[in-house]
């Protein structure tokens, strides 16, 4: 067949070198094929193949039909609902002085904004925000979070830093959350300035369904910013700037048409010579936008410009969108949208295997919409990117590279060539008058040079062209032939099927008939790359150079009319029969093939993987050891393909063509095999540890999707295929298939799987598909992609026995056939065994279904009986199929049949059947000359779009039928009446018999039906066709439980569990005169969870079992007696001891365990007394507390120990912070605990000291545990989650069935909370039916055993809700004003009056008692509800508790049992029955011999646990016996009871999650909370805890100002130019602005000391376990109510120059937690800026602990010390400050001296003389004497002067 090629050897040289290339390229991976020597000589004798290179993979030939898939088709991309949820706690080192911080928030669109704090560098927020978003994930998730924070002022707020991430990064985080992070804040203008503060945040995005983990807060004084950066694991802290280069060089093949209106009318007077289309790109990545200029009239078009964005690297935002768009006169419009996911085109590792993103230069194909040239686009929105594109519109040529900046944006080699040409483009025409405000991007065209430089510091976008480097290789081009051939067209819609069908297949814009693509001829490859712009680029195809070898281009079937379906109307075929028409023609694409057939290779091995994980669960359903050695194989093999690439990827030889992203993605991909074909070779010889099987599977699935990963090729080369069916030469529908499962290569690894075969299609709508659509056309084509070099292969796989047919038009056999025809004929019997169905789609109102199917086997199809009102239809019935005439080889036929399509329907009285769904199955096929063997019957499942829809069980048999005619064939069962076959008897499951118990316990929550409440409901149960009912509830409404338990019924079922029919349950309710209506139904599709072994009925007590595993311990027991010294000698008792001994510090190991009584069934029993401290009592795990060996009474525990502050008294809320605290310890441990660290880490000591040797290192150890402040209180657990999840729903005595009614649709699918129309409650037990069955039926059935009696009880119900977080916000201002409603029955007790205001986090401490009966009033809601002045109040949120299930559950969840017994106090003991009483009860109900109380001890059954019972009274010190004590620690280990054990709800607190209806599967807030409740028979409890919340404590903070030094000096003198400053400080505690406090001012201070002796005065409320203070104030003079809400303490001390005539300058502040700030210099000498700032947590005090100080402390502005403050800070509660009062400032009682201030020291304005005095007297003194002197001189001259002449004239006049 290779003999063909050598005809072409005269075809132009290029072509074929070029083949031979290709060839060579990948010469190392071949794997020798079946011909290797007719390849070699095929190709000119390149290629020589290596031998050793074979990849051990199974030789056999290819299969001819591709894997069968079972789902037709994928359904929508469907939009969804998600909650963003934003907290915002505070800031840190935000850049400013004296600024007002506001945080806002944007999220698209929407934008909101936090409240403003005022001057402070670090404010406290904690506010919550929610925004609510919905659509497709894909697109929601490139939304960009953007946190930003302003310094607000009145007129235009000022940027201080923003933050930006998007949805997709949050929601890839572990529990799709950042919880507790910094996120850093840079500024957009200018990246050089670095960070400009810290802003801490939590954010969550969750879906429907979603679940939140809630993570304990950090408390602050342990925060480090640095390591708890918001970025996402892996990522380094610091962050540096890069610049993303987005390099667009050219597109060719845009669609040549305009959409527009106006172009149209154009088209029609020009004509069609020229391209209406006007493209430009824009490219958007992390929330900025550029766009290129446009290239008008033009569907080729050049641009040569990049865009470059300026981003943190790596970036939080992860995909680069590029959409082409078509400029118009009214409006653009986009041509195609690609996204770029930067994960894929870059790899965060450490080390040299990491890489930065690189892309290209390479293609990038864009689909969208069809290319039918009408008016308006109906799919539009295929072109923005929303659903599949269903054509190829164009392809681009792009680069992206990405360049750290190291230190601000510098220019860089890559930026200072562009620097010339931005230069020379200044006169270019421009797109940037066009909407300059989308585009930031191109105000470098018209900005003037200086602008620019400004522009490199900011993160606005560049645009600028440049030059294309000279060392890019011109593309060399390749030859790739595209063969198709149909086989079957069957299933046409008829609807289409009415106007002739052909079928049209298209590469790119090859094989398009509106507007096809040309080839890059061979002249054009040698063409120089100076050129390349100036050419035209397409349209220079030179078809004509080598006249022989040019294929004509046959990309369509000839159009036939379509038959219709023999059975089905809905259906037409195409008789394509004998004659296959057949489609090819050529294309020319780069030649980067090599890119595929990496991802080939990766996809086989991917693919392999995931069959073989399949295949393993299959054969776990059936055996037990075959999975683990099937495991084991698998990953064997999958080591072997890794070493096959790896070796394969390490001799690639270089290529020309390869962009660094081939190379770096080539490591990659071998890096990443070669670490997980270690990892699997660790799991194969497991030396660490031993994995279960599950986990084994669970890796395995993690390898697949890695390797999945790793095989989206982001660089495109050739298009996809596009098989398109057009009816009357209009396209109707479309299937695409990837071009690299098609490609061909001579290395079958690297071969596309639908390469050569036959593939089943079926045929999409375009666009958005209508509801339950159906099958457009269903295709077998078999299609073959390759370079024209390997076009020798075309045909290898094709079943044999055809005829190649020519074109007549066309000469020489070097050009595919035209068709194939297929001469033998053979004829055949389908006989298709329906059996039953189980799980499908309820398409009824009622829940259920009238199903029946349809199943389609080539032109014939047969429909099924319909079986009404359900869904696990048993047909049993054989649809036969004669004559069915199949042409071919008979062999082949056997190989690869035609496919069986069944479609399921629910049939509807009225209008047409409703589609549930189809599945694809392969026939099994029998020639005449084999031997009949009959078939078993198997699942196939069923989906409806992307929906599972259940599963069918059945097998389809294709008979060929021998010359002998039909009665050759094996024979059938004679049909029924209605002329229907069964199954046949030697195919229909092997049935036994078996026996189904089933508890009726009650029906619960029932709803409406028909407008009417159920009131005599009563439940049907259904299996394999027989059944039970239950009894009628005469009265829902007072008792909704049966009054007969149990019953049984006997029934066949399949010996093959697999095979089990689905069990039904459904509730009708009776109605006046006899009528029923269906309420809802339940179906349980897998009864394995509900078989039990068949063995005698257990009517012994289960004690018998107890005493033997009892004796077996003992043996075990016995050897080890001498061994240990110290140990009693053995006696039939197994020892368990409860309370240790004294402890030295216990081996690590036994620390981790969290300290839990161990006692599994053998290791602890075997060592009774001398392990130390292996076993520490409380489940909890709580450190035990030095006191508890040495306490002598439990009665006066009530006031001792004090948490912080001294002056607390012990309450509940003591306990619940001091659990809160161990919660978050053993938080912080495990992580540690999981690197398996063997330090006992000193918070883990078990102190108890008191009995042992005193030792110096128990008295260390106690002082470690002081220190860490865990007082040693009781403490109960708090769970993360609801009590059910911890507990298993409290399933473990009954089961519930929700019941459903009304249609399941695809759209509520996953939480239908409104189908559920109620509960049934009961259970089942399945076990094959004894021989003899007499021994059942005496005494109780099986199932009822250990199950309580279901007559009403009357319960007292406690209900405590703690508090709530997270709340969703009500009002419009974000906030809620919460208050608990709680619903029991009948019983609504609202807590309105109880709101809080403006709270999202309320603590509500209330508790609820009310009295309800059993089984009437079992459900409990709390609601909570935000309370509004006017209109309604809305619902936040609720909860449901089902009481009846924990109140009957055998863990007991009545009342948690508390951690230690005391009689009194906040701890005391609030259960109505005593520890030793519960522990007797359980005994009895659980048929134990015990319990005996003993001194010291306590035996049970034949365990005895040990351990302290005797007390010392502390005021008699008499001794008291008590069995309380160690009653509990047995209570809490009772788990390790043998056979009946196990664990026993603790004293805890849950944390529910809030929903409301509108908004299904969202969370809407948590609410911590418990239940207590008390059987009425039983003595009543005591008074209820009270939780009610801690009231905060009033504080005064008296702070005197001293004196100040060194304060910088701001005003200068005009006359001396002396410094000087106006000093006075400015104080306030955070959240009480509204109280800031001003010492008065010490002027013209020339030192920068002051002298102040002055009183600040600051009342506040705090909590002291929370460490916060409580802030009541309102929000705004509007508020009607105040709001409350906390925060830390923190003091804020402000320095000020004051002026007169302007406003005041800041000098410095000084912020202050009350909680740990560092201790003051005891002179201003010492008082040290870097001291203060980097001061340890040792070297912090608090004032709540030292309650005064006195110091001097340092002011700071700009990180720069400005001054110092000797300050003294007095703290006294609100009843001191009562008692000794002092003045503000200096005044009475108590006032203060005046400050000894110099004289200089006052203010000019109140003043002058003084002022004149000191400021010029003082200095100018001699020269104001000497000026007098002088003056007095100078007047004495002038007078002399004056009166001179006049004297002496007068002297003259007398004198003479």
Same mark, same amino acid.
């Given at each position: 067949?290779?003999?063909?090629?050598?005809?072409?050897?005269?075809?132009?040289?290029?072509?074929?070198?070029?083949?031979?290339?290709?060839?060579?390229?990948?010469?190392?991976?071949?794997?020798?094929?079946?011909?290797?020597?007719?390849?070699?000589?095929?190709?000119?004798?390149?290629?020589?193949?290596?031998?050793?290179?074979?990849?051990?993979?199974?030789?056999?030939?290819?299969?001819?039909?591709?894997?069968?898939?079972?789902?037709?088709?994928?359904?929508?991309?469907?939009?969804?609902?998600?909650?963003?949820?934003?907290?915002?706690?505070?800031?840190?080192?935000?850049?400013?002085?004296?600024?007002?911080?506001?945080?806002?928030?944007?999220?698209?669109?929407?934008?909101?904004?936090?409240?403003?704090?005022?001057?402070?560098?670090?404010?406290?927020?904690?506010?919550?925000?929610?925004?609510?978003?919905?659509?497709?994930?894909?697109?929601? !998730?490139?939304?960009?979070?953007?946190?930003?924070?302003?310094?607000?002022?009145?007129?235009?707020?000022?940027?201080?830093?923003?933050?930006?991430?998007?949805?997709?990064?949050?929601?890839?985080?572990?529990?799709?959350?950042?919880?507790?992070?910094?996120?850093?804040?840079?500024?957009?203008?200018?990246?050089?300035?670095?960070?400009?503060?810290?802003?801490?945040?939590?954010?969550?995005?969750?879906?429907?369904?979603?679940?939140?983990?809630?993570?304990?807060?950090?408390?602050?004084?342990?925060?480090?910013?640095?390591?708890?950066?918001?970025?996402?694991?892996?990522?380094?802290?610091?962050?540096?700037?890069?610049?993303?280069?987005?390099?667009?060089?050219?597109?060719?093949?845009?669609?040549?048409?305009?959409?527009?209106?106006?172009?149209?009318?154009?088209?029609?007077?020009?004509?069609?010579?020229?391209?209406?289309?006007?493209?430009?790109?824009?490219?958007?990545?992390?929330?900025?936008?550029?766009?290129?200029?446009?290239?008008?009239?033009?569907?080729?078009?050049?641009?040569?410009?990049?865009?470059?964005?300026?981003?943190?690297?790596?970036?939080?935002?992860?995909?680069?969108?590029?959409?082409?768009?078509?400029?118009?006169?009214?409006?653009?419009?986009?041509?195609?949208?690609?996204?770029?996911?930067?994960?894929?085109?870059?790899?965060?590792?450490?080390?040299?295997?990491?890489?930065?993103?690189?892309?290209?230069?390479?293609?990038?194909?864009?689909?969208?919409?069809?290319?039918?040239?009408?008016?308006?686009?109906?799919?539009?929105?295929?072109?923005?990117?929303?659903?599949?594109?269903?054509?190829?519109?164009?392809?681009?040529?792009?680069?992206?590279?990405?360049?750290?900046?190291?230190?601000?944006?510098?220019?860089?080699?890559?930026?200072?060539?562009?620097?010339?040409?931005?230069?020379?483009?200044?006169?270019?025409?421009?797109?940037?008058?066009?909407?300059?405000?989308?585009?930031?991007?191109?105000?470098?065209?018209?900005?003037?040079?200086?602008?620019?430089?400004?522009?490199?510091?900011?993160?606005?976008?560049?645009?600028?062209?440049?030059?294309?480097?000279?060392?890019?290789?011109?593309?060399?081009?390749?030859?790739?032939?595209?063969?198709?051939?149909?086989?079957?067209?069957?299933?046409?819609?008829?609807?289409?099927?009415?106007?002739?069908?052909?079928?049209?297949?298209?590469?790119?814009?090859?094989?398009?008939?509106?507007?096809?693509?040309?080839?890059?001829?061979?002249?054009?490859?040698?063409?120089?790359?100076?050129?390349?712009?100036?050419?035209?680029?397409?349209?220079?195809?030179?078809?004509?150079?080598?006249?022989?070898?040019?294929?004509?281009?046959?990309?369509?079937?000839?159009?036939?009319?379509?038959?219709?379906?023999?059975?089905?109307?809905?259906?037409?075929?195409?008789?394509?029969?004998?004659?296959?028409?057949?489609?090819?023609?050529?294309?020319?694409?780069?030649?980067?093939?090599?890119?595929?057939?990496?991802?080939?290779?990766?996809?086989?091995?991917?693919?392999?993987?995931?069959?073989?994980?399949?295949?393993?669960?299959?054969?776990?359903?059936?055996?037990?050891?075959?999975?683990?050695?099937?495991?084991?194989?698998?990953?064997?093999?999958?080591?072997?393909?890794?070493?096959?690439?790896?070796?394969?990827?390490?001799?690639?030889?270089?290529?020309?063509?390869?962009?660094?992203?081939?190379?770096?993605?080539?490591?990659?991909?071998?890096?990443?095999?070669?670490?997980?074909?270690?990892?699997?070779?660790?799991?194969?010889?497991?030396?660490?540890?031993?994995?279960?099987?599950?986990?084994?599977?669970?890796?395995?699935?993690?390898?697949?999707?890695?390797?999945?990963?790793?095989?989206?090729?982001?660089?495109?080369?050739?298009?996809?295929?596009?098989?398109?069916?057009?009816?009357?030469?209009?396209?109707?529908?479309?299937?695409?298939?990837?071009?690299?499962?098609?490609?061909?290569?001579?290395?079958?690894?690297?071969?596309?799987?639908?390469?050569?075969?036959?593939?089943?299609?079926?045929?999409?709508?375009?666009?958005?598909?209508?509801?339950?659509?159906?099958?457009?056309?269903?295709?077998?084509?078999?299609?073959?992609?390759?370079?024209?070099?390997?076009?020798?292969?075309?045909?290898?796989?094709?079943?044999?026995?055809?005829?190649?047919?020519?074109?007549?038009?066309?000469?020489?056999?070097?050009?595919?056939?035209?068709?194939?025809?297929?001469?033998?004929?053979?004829?055949?019997?389908?006989?298709?065994?329906?059996?039953?169905?189980?799980?499908?789609?309820?398409?009824?109102?009622?829940?259920?279904?009238?199903?029946?199917?349809?199943?389609?086997?080539?032109?014939?199809?047969?429909?099924?009986?319909?079986?009404?009102?359900?869904?696990?239809?048993?047909?049993?019935?054989?649809?036969?199929?004669?004559?069915?005439?199949?042409?071919?080889?008979?062999?082949?036929?056997?190989?690869?049949?035609?496919?069986?399509?069944?479609?399921?329907?629910?049939?509807?009285?009225?209008?047409?059947?409703?589609?549930?769904?189809?599945?694809?199955?392969?026939?099994?096929?029998?020639?005449?000359?084999?031997?009949?063997?009959?078939?078993?019957?198997?699942?196939?499942?069923?989906?409806?779009?992307?929906?599972?829809?259940?599963?069918?069980?059945?097998?389809?048999?294709?008979?060929?039928?021998?010359?002998?005619?039909?009665?050759?064939?094996?024979?059938?069962?004679?049909?029924?009446?209605?002329?229907?076959?069964?199954?046949?008897?030697?195919?229909?499951?092997?049935?036994?018999?078996?026996?189904?118990?089933?508890?009726?316990?009650?029906?619960?929550?029932?709803?409406?039906?028909?407008?009417?409440?159920?009131?005599?409901?009563?439940?049907?149960?259904?299996?394999?066709?027989?059944?039970?009912?239950?009894?009628?509830?005469?009265?829902?409404?007072?008792?909704?439980?049966?009054?007969?338990?149990?019953?049984?019924?006997?029934?066949?079922?399949?010996?093959?569990?697999?095979?089990?029919?689905?069990?039904?349950?459904?509730?009708?309710?009776?109605?006046?005169?006899?009528?029923?209506?269906?309420?809802?139904?339940?179906?349980?599709?897998?009864?394995?969870?509900?078989?039990?072994?068949?063995?005698?009925?257990?009517?012994?007590?289960?004690?018998?079992?107890?005493?033997?595993?009892?004796?077996?311990?003992?043996?075990?027991?016995?050897?080890?007696?001498?061994?240990?010294?110290?140990?009693?000698?053995?006696?039939?008792?197994?020892?368990?001891?409860?309370?240790?001994?004294?402890?030295?510090?216990?081996?690590?190991?036994?620390?981790?365990?969290?300290?839990?009584?161990?006692?599994?069934?053998?290791?602890?029993?075997?060592?009774?007394?001398?392990?130390?401290?292996?076993?520490?009592?409380?489940?909890?795990?709580?450190?035990?507390?030095?006191?508890?060996?040495?306490?002598?009474?439990?009665?006066?525990?009530?006031?001792?120990?004090?948490?912080?502050?001294?002056?607390?008294?012990?309450?509940?809320?003591?306990?619940?912070?001091?659990?809160?605290?161990?919660?978050?310890?053993?938080?912080?441990?495990?992580?540690?605990?999981?690197?398996?660290?063997?330090?006992?880490?000193?918070?883990?000591?078990?102190?108890?000291?008191?009995?042992?040797?005193?030792?110096?290192?128990?008295?260390?150890?106690?002082?470690?545990?002081?220190?860490?402040?865990?007082?040693?209180?009781?403490?109960?657990?708090?769970?993360?989650?609801?009590?059910?999840?911890?507990?298993?729903?409290?399933?473990?005595?009954?089961?519930?069935?929700?019941?459903?009614?009304?249609?399941?649709?695809?759209?509520?699918?996953?939480?239908?909370?409104?189908?559920?129309?109620?509960?049934?409650?009961?259970?089942?037990?399945?076990?094959?039916?004894?021989?003899?069955?007499?021994?059942?039926?005496?005494?109780?059935?099986?199932?009822?055993?250990?199950?309580?009696?279901?007559?009403?009880?009357?319960?007292?119900?406690?209900?405590?809700?703690?508090?709530?977080?997270?709340?969703?916000?009500?009002?419009?201002?974000?906030?809620?004003?919460?208050?608990?409603?709680?619903?029991?029955?009948?019983?609504?007790?609202?807590?309105?009056?109880?709101?809080?205001?403006?709270?999202?986090?309320?603590?509500?401490?209330?508790?609820?008692?009310?009295?309800?009966?059993?089984?009437?009033?079992?459900?409990?809601?709390?609601?909570?509800?935000?309370?509004?002045?006017?209109?309604?109040?809305?619902?936040?949120?609720?909860?449901?508790?089902?009481?009846?299930?924990?109140?009957?559950?055998?863990?007991?969840?009545?009342?948690?049992?508390?951690?230690?017994?005391?009689?009194?106090?906040?701890?005391?003991?609030?259960?109505?029955?005593?520890?030793?009483?519960?522990?007797?009860?359980?005994?009895?109900?659980?048929?134990?011999?015990?319990?005996?109380?003993?001194?010291?001890?306590?035996?049970?059954?034949?365990?005895?646990?040990?351990?302290?019972?005797?007390?010392?009274?502390?005021?008699?010190?008499?001794?008291?016996?008590?069995?309380?004590?160690?009653?509990?620690?047995?209570?809490?280990?009772?788990?390790?009871?043998?056979?009946?054990?196990?664990?026993?709800?603790?004293?805890?607190?849950?944390?529910?999650?809030?929903?409301?209806?509108?908004?299904?599967?969202?969370?809407?807030?948590?609410?911590?909370?418990?239940?207590?409740?008390?059987?009425?028979?039983?003595?009543?409890?005591?008074?209820?805890?009270?939780?009610?919340?801690?009231?905060?404590?009033?504080?005064?903070?008296?702070?005197?100002?001293?004196?100040?030094?060194?304060?910088?000096?701001?005003?200068?003198?005009?006359?001396?130019?002396?410094?000087?400053?106006?000093?006075?400080?400015?104080?306030?505690?955070?959240?009480?602005?509204?109280?800031?406090?001003?010492?008065?001012?010490?002027?013209?201070?020339?030192?920068?000391?002051?002298?102040?002796?002055?009183?600040?005065?600051?009342?506040?409320?705090?909590?002291?376990?929370?460490?916060?203070?409580?802030?009541?104030?309102?929000?705004?003079?509007?508020?009607?109510?105040?709001?409350?809400?906390?925060?830390?303490?923190?003091?804020?001390?402000?320095?000020?120059?004051?002026?007169?005539?302007?406003?005041?300058?800041?000098?410095?502040?000084?912020?202050?937690?009350?909680?740990?700030?560092?201790?003051?210099?005891?002179?201003?000498?010492?008082?040290?800026?870097?001291?203060?700032?980097?001061?340890?947590?040792?070297?912090?005090?608090?004032?709540?602990?030292?309650?005064?100080?006195?110091?001097?402390?340092?002011?700071?502005?700009?990180?720069?010390?400005?001054?110092?403050?000797?300050?003294?800070?007095?703290?006294?509660?609100?009843?001191?400050?009562?008692?000794?009062?002092?003045?503000?400032?200096?005044?009475?009682?108590?006032?203060?001296?005046?400050?000894?201030?110099?004289?200089?020291?006052?203010?000019? !304005?109140?003043?002058?003389?003084?002022?004149?005095?000191?400021?010029?007297?003082?200095?100018?003194?001699?020269?104001?004497?000497?000026?007098?002197?002088?003056?007095?001189?100078?007047?004495?001259?002038?007078?002399?002067?004056?009166?001179?002449?006049?004297?002496?004239?007068?002297?003259?006049?007398?004198?003479?």
């Amino acid at each position: 067949m290779f003999g063909k090629l050598k005809k072409k050897k005269n075809k132009a040289e290029k072509g074929l070198i070029l083949a031979n290339k290709a060839a060579q390229d990948r010469q190392g991976e071949a794997e020798a094929p079946e011909e290797g020597s007719s390849h070699q000589e095929g190709l000119g004798g390149d290629l020589i193949y290596d031998d050793t290179s074979i990849p051990p993979v199974p030789s056999a030939p290819p299969k001819r039909r591709s894997k069968l898939l079972t789902k037709i088709h994928d359904g929508e991309v469907r939009s969804q609902n998600y909650q963003i949820a934003i907290t915002i706690t505070e800031a840190r080192q935000l850049v400013g002085e004296n600024i007002d911080p506001v945080v806002i928030i944007e999220i698209g669109d929407e934008k909101k904004q936090s409240t403003v704090k005022e001057g402070t560098n670090s404010p406290f927020y904690n506010e919550y925000f929610v925004f609510d978003f919905i659509g497709p994930q894909v697109h929601l !998730f490139d939304k960009i979070i953007k946190i930003s924070v302003f310094h607000h002022k009145l007129i235009g707020s000022i940027l201080i830093g923003a933050f930006k991430v998007d949805l997709g990064t949050v929601y890839n985080q572990p529990g799709h959350q950042f919880c507790d992070k910094w996120a850093l804040l840079t500024d957009p203008g200018d990246i050089r300035t670095g960070t400009k503060g810290y802003l801490k945040c939590d954010i969550s995005v969750i879906g429907k369904g979603d679940v939140l983990k809630t993570n304990p807060k950090t408390p602050d004084a342990e925060e480090q910013i640095e390591k708890n950066l918001l970025i996402p694991q892996g990522f380094p802290s610091e962050r540096p700037w890069a610049r993303f280069y987005v390099r667009l060089y050219r597109a060719e093949g845009l669609p040549k048409m305009n959409s527009s209106i106006m172009a149209n009318v154009t088209k029609a007077f020009v004509g069609d010579s020229k391209d209406l289309v006007d493209p430009f790109v824009e490219v958007s990545f992390a929330g900025q936008m550029g766009r290129t200029t446009v290239q008008k009239n033009c569907a080729d078009p050049v641009w040569h410009e990049q865009v470059v964005f300026k981003e943190m690297f790596p970036p939080l935002c992860r995909r680069v969108k590029i959409q082409v768009w078509d400029e118009g006169s009214m409006n653009d419009v986009a041509l195609a949208t690609h996204f770029i996911d930067l994960k894929k085109i870059s790899n965060e590792q450490d080390g040299d295997k990491g890489f930065l993103p690189t892309f290209g230069p390479a293609w990038i194909n864009l689909y969208g919409s069809p290319r039918n040239h009408s008016l308006m686009d109906d799919y539009q929105e295929l072109n923005e990117g929303f659903g599949e594109g269903v054509s190829f519109r164009g392809r681009i040529l792009v680069e992206i590279a990405v360049e750290i900046l190291s230190g601000g944006a510098q220019e860089s080699k890559f930026s200072k060539a562009l620097k010339d040409l931005k230069l020379s483009s200044k006169d270019k025409d421009s797109k940037s008058s066009k909407g300059s405000n989308k585009d930031k991007g191109d105000k470098t065209d018209d900005a003037k040079p200086q602008q620019a430089s400004d522009k490199t510091n900011s993160t606005d976008v560049e645009v600028e062209p440049f030059d294309v480097p000279p060392e890019i290789v011109p593309e060399k081009y390749e030859e790739f032939l595209l063969f198709g051939a149909f086989f079957e067209a069957t299933m046409i819609d008829r609807k289409i099927g009415d106007k002739p069908i052909s079928f049209e297949v298209s590469i790119g814009n090859f094989g398009n008939l509106i507007d096809g693509g040309s080839h890059h001829g061979s002249k054009k490859k040698s063409v120089e790359s100076a050129e390349e712009d100036t050419l035209p680029l397409l349209h220079e195809g030179e078809r004509g150079a080598a006249p022989e070898a040019a294929i004509p281009m046959v990309s369509t079937t000839r159009p036939e009319k379509p038959l219709v379906t023999q059975g089905n109307r809905n259906y037409n075929y195409l008789p394509f029969e004998a004659k296959k028409p057949c489609v090819y023609f050529t294309s020319s694409w780069g030649d980067q093939t090599f890119r595929l057939y990496w991802s080939n290779m990766l996809e086989k091995m991917a693919d392999l993987l995931e069959e073989s994980i399949e295949e393993v669960k299959a054969l776990v359903k059936v055996s037990e050891e075959a999975p683990e050695e099937k495991m084991k194989t698998v990953l064997d093999d999958f080591i072997s393909q890794s070493s096959a690439f790896i070796s394969e990827a390490e001799k690639k030889p270089k290529m020309l063509n390869q962009t660094t992203l081939d190379k770096k993605r080539l490591t990659l991909c071998w890096q990443e095999l070669e670490a997980m074909a270690k990892k699997a070779k660790g799991i194969i010889q497991q030396q660490k540890k031993k994995l279960s099987l599950d986990e084994m599977i669970h890796e395995a699935q993690i390898f697949v999707e890695k390797i999945r990963f790793l095989v989206d090729e982001p660089q495109h080369t050739i298009p996809d295929v596009f098989l398109w069916m057009l009816s009357n030469n209009k396209r109707v529908a479309y299937a695409r298939i990837a071009a690299k499962d098609l490609l061909y290569s001579p290395v079958r690894e690297q071969m596309g799987k639908y390469c050569g075969t036959i593939k089943t299609h079926f045929l999409k709508l375009p666009g958005k598909r209508p509801a339950g659509w159906l099958v457009q056309a269903k295709v077998d084509v078999y299609l073959w992609l390759g370079s024209t070099g390997h076009s020798g292969a075309i045909l290898d796989n094709l079943p044999a026995g055809y005829e190649a047919e020519m074109s007549s038009a066309v000469a020489g056999s070097s050009h595919p056939p035209a068709s194939l025809v297929y001469q033998d004929r053979h004829v055949f019997q389908l006989r298709a065994h329906m059996y039953q169905a189980r799980g499908l789609i309820a398409a009824d109102s009622s829940g259920l279904s009238d199903p029946f199917a349809k199943v389609t086997f080539l032109s014939h199809c047969q429909t099924t009986k319909v079986i009404s009102q359900t869904l696990s239809p048993t047909w049993n019935q054989m649809l036969l199929f004669n004559d069915l005439v199949l042409h071919g080889d008979h062999k082949e036929l056997a190989d690869s049949p035609p496919l069986v399509v069944v479609e399921l329907y629910d049939s509807d009285a009225v209008g047409k059947p409703e589609y549930l769904g189809a599945t694809v199955a392969a026939p099994v096929v029998k020639l005449a000359d084999q031997d009949y063997e009959a078939p078993r019957l198997s699942y196939h499942p069923i989906f409806c779009g992307n929906l599972s829809g259940g599963d069918l069980l059945a097998v389809f048999e294709l008979l060929q039928v021998p010359s002998s005619g039909l009665q050759g064939l094996p024979p059938i069962d004679p049909p029924d009446v209605a002329q229907i076959y069964p199954v046949p008897a030697s195919i229909r499951p092997v049935l036994s018999k078996y026996r189904v118990e089933v508890l009726f316990w009650g029906v619960r929550e029932m709803k409406k039906v028909q407008l009417l409440s159920v009131d005599r409901p009563q439940v049907l149960i259904e299996c394999g066709g027989r059944g039970v009912k239950s009894c009628v509830i005469q009265s829902y409404k007072n008792n909704p439980n049966f009054s007969i338990q149990a019953d049984a019924f006997e029934v066949e079922l399949p010996e093959n569990e697999l095979l089990h029919p689905p069990l039904s349950i459904c509730v009708v309710d009776w109605r006046a005169f006899g009528r029923s209506t269906l309420v809802g139904t339940y179906t349980i599709n897998c009864l394995k969870q509900f078989l039990c072994k068949s063995r005698e009925p257990l009517t012994l007590p289960s004690q018998v079992d107890g005493t033997q595993v009892g004796q077996d311990l003992l043996i075990a027991t016995e050897p080890s007696g001498p061994l240990s010294s110290f140990q009693e000698p053995p006696t039939d008792h197994i020892y368990v001891d409860v309370e240790p001994p004294a402890t030295v510090v216990p081996d690590a190991a036994q620390v981790q365990q969290a300290g839990l009584v161990d006692v599994p069934d053998s290791s602890p029993m075997l060592k009774p007394e001398h392990t130390p401290a292996a076993q520490e009592p409380p489940k909890d795990g709580r450190a035990k507390d030095a006191r508890k060996s040495c306490r002598k009474s439990t009665k006066r525990r009530k006031r001792t120990i004090a948490d912080e502050s001294a002056e607390n008294v012990i309450d509940w809320w003591s306990k619940y912070y001091a659990s809160l605290k161990k919660a978050q310890k053993e938080q912080e441990r495990n992580p540690k605990e999981k690197k398996g660290n063997a330090e006992a880490k000193p918070d883990d000591i078990v102190v108890n000291i008191e009995e042992g040797p005193k030792k110096k290192k128990d008295k260390l150890l106690r002082k470690k545990v002081r220190e860490d402040e865990i007082p040693n209180l009781a403490i109960l657990k708090i769970y993360d989650g609801d009590l059910e999840s911890e507990f298993n729903n409290f399933e473990d005595w009954v089961k519930t069935f929700e019941l459903f009614r009304g249609k399941s649709t695809e759209d509520d699918h996953g939480l239908d909370g409104d189908r559920v129309i109620g509960k049934f409650k009961g259970s089942f037990c399945i076990y094959k039916s004894p021989e003899d069955s007499s021994t059942e039926d005496r005494g109780q059935l099986r199932i009822q055993q250990g199950i309580p009696p279901n007559h009403p009880v009357k319960v007292l119900i406690r209900v405590y809700v703690v508090a709530a977080f997270n709340l969703s916000p009500a009002d419009p201002d974000g906030k809620s004003d919460p208050y608990i409603v709680v619903k029991l029955g009948k019983t609504e007790i609202k807590d309105r009056d109880k709101y809080i205001p403006k709270q999202l986090n309320p603590v509500f401490g209330r508790s609820f008692e009310i009295q309800a009966t059993f089984p009437k009033e079992s459900l409990l809601s709390i609601l909570i509800y935000d309370h509004d002045m006017i209109g309604t109040d809305d619902l936040i949120g609720e909860t449901r508790i089902d009481l009846e299930n924990r109140f009957y559950s055998k863990h007991r969840a009545i009342c948690g049992l508390q951690s230690q017994y005391e009689i009194e106090g906040y701890n005391a003991w609030r259960d109505a029955s005593k520890p030793t009483e519960i522990l007797t009860k359980l005994c009895k109900d659980n048929k134990l011999d015990g319990p005996y109380f003993g001194p010291g001890k306590i035996r049970i059954g034949n365990q005895v646990f040990s351990g302290k019972t005797v007390f010392t009274e502390e005021d008699t010190d008499e001794t008291v016996e008590s069995y309380e004590h160690l009653a509990l620690k047995v209570l809490h280990s009772w788990s390790d009871i043998p056979e009946v054990g196990c664990r026993l709800v603790p004293e805890h607190i849950e944390t529910r999650p809030l929903y409301h209806k509108d908004k299904p599967g969202m969370e809407q807030g948590r609410l911590q909370m418990w239940v207590d409740m008390f059987p009425k028979d039983m003595p009543q409890p005591g008074p209820p805890v009270d939780i009610s919340p801690r009231q905060p404590k009033g504080y005064e903070l008296r702070v005197t100002i001293w004196n100040t030094e060194d304060v910088i000096l701001e005003d200068e003198n005009i006359f001396t130019g002396q410094k000087s400053s106006d000093i006075y400080v400015k104080g306030w505690i955070k959240g009480l602005e509204d109280d800031k406090q001003e010492t008065d001012v010490h002027y013209n201070s020339l030192t920068g000391e002051g002298n102040f002796n002055w009183r600040f005065l600051f009342p506040f409320q705090y909590l002291p376990a929370e460490k916060q203070m409580v802030i009541t104030k309102r929000e705004n003079i509007f508020s009607l109510e105040k709001m409350e809400c906390k925060a830390p303490a923190v003091l804020v001390l402000q320095v000020w120059d004051f002026e007169r005539l302007s406003s005041d300058d800041f000098l410095g502040s000084l912020e202050m937690n009350l909680n740990s700030f560092p201790r003051a210099a005891k002179s201003a000498k010492a008082c040290d800026l870097t001291k203060f700032e980097n001061a340890s947590e040792e070297n912090k005090i608090s004032i709540f602990q030292q309650k005064r100080v006195r110091g001097w402390w340092p002011f700071a502005k700009s990180k720069e010390l400005t001054g110092k403050v000797e300050a003294e800070f007095h703290l006294v509660t609100a009843e001191e400050a009562e008692k000794n009062p002092v003045g503000k400032a200096r005044k009475e009682p108590e006032p203060l001296a005046k400050p000894n201030r110099p004289d200089t020291s006052f203010s000019w !304005f109140v003043s002058p003389f003084k002022c004149l005095y000191h400021l010029i007297w003082k200095n100018y003194k001699k020269y104001i004497i000497i000026a007098f002197i002088l003056i007095i001189l100078i007047i004495f001259l002038v007078l002399f002067i004056y009166t001179l002449p006049g004297a002496i004239s007068r002297k003259i006049v007398v004198g003479s």
